[in-house]
């Protein structure tokens, strides 16, 4: 047998480069997690400053890790996607808490994307309203309640399926959580 070394060659530079290009989407999708997830902890702390500040960054973050790794079919999954579906959850959480429309993300264009990061967010919804109920603010446990059976009744008629089926159902026993937490405050009051 005679083997093509030149060609094997550079099999491993393009298996060595793609190895490294993998490792840094990696990272830079591991920091917009950790900024995603610092925008939701400033916001359940009402520290809307730090929120802005970090939903910034992980946006500009997200924009970089698209433009930088666009040419490497791998950035579209794993590690690329769960940053993008947290920093769509973080900014959909913040326009809540700012009392702005929650729809349209800037820069992220895949929908699957996007349901999975807004199927995540009752569960904020639901953090938010308990906090609420710890500072004795029934108008904001009503208004994450009524946000949630808005995002509820506006979802009911989708036909999602695998991942955004599971997505679906943990949103729904969020809801329904907040429900009974609602349901709770009035039978006090």
Known sequence: M?????????????????????????????????????????????????????????????????????????????????????????SLFFAFCTKKTVGKVAGVTDEEIYMAGLLDVPGELYRYALHAVTQKNITEVTRAVDASQELYGALIGFEFTQYLRTKFDQARNMIHKLEELSAELALKS
């Open 2 to 90: 005679s083997l093509n070394i030149k060609y094997l060659s550079s099999l491993q530079t393009h298996i060595s480069v793609s190895a490294k290009t993998r490792q840094a989407v990696i990272a830079a999708s591991n920091e917009v997690i950790f900024l995603s997830k610092r925008v939701i902890f400033a916001l359940h702390r009402r520290d809307i400053k730090e929120a802005t500040e970090k939903l910034t960054i992980a946006k500009e973050k997200l924009a970089s890790i698209g433009k930088q790794f666009k040419n490497y079919p791998f950035v579209d999954e794993g590690a690329y996607r769960a940053a993008a579906e947290e920093y769509v959850e973080a």
